[in-house]
């Protein structure tokens, strides 16, 4: 299933997801993390095709809104990234987050809707 994120804030916004990735994470916690897209006010991005029904995800607005949750910990630095969950990270510049559940519900294609908070 393809996963798709839209941002429907008035800033543009960073995301960094969590997928399952049992294949290429294997010895390093079965779970892939990736980021950083930029999504533009009111635009779109095609981030994943699995067929996990969950996936997780981060994103921070430039101006300060969060979306963050309990799923993790994921260590990310300010550069784009691609590696597995339990790989870790000693560099005093990493950031470590928790992630947002997403649940597709097995569907062909799932949009993720970023909305601020009301």
Do not use: K
């Amino acid at each position: 299933m393809e996963v798709y994120f839209r941002n429907q804030t008035s800033s543009g916004l960073w995301l960094a997801i969590m997928y399952f990735s049992p294949d290429s994470c294997r010895d390093l916690g079965r779970w892939g993390t990736r980021g950083w897209w930029y999504i533009d006010p009111g635009g779109e991005l095609y981030a994943l095709n699995t067929s996990n029904r969950y996936a997780a995800y981060y994103a921070e607005s430039a101006d300060g809104v969060v979306w963050a949750g309990p799923y993790g910990p994921v260590y990310v630095h300010d550069e784009a990234f691609d590696h597995c969950y339990l790989i870790g990270d000693n560099n005093p510049n990493t950031h470590i987050l928790g992630m947002v559940l997403l649940d597709t519900q097995n569907s062909d294609r799932h949009y993720e809707q970023l909305a601020p908070p009301e």
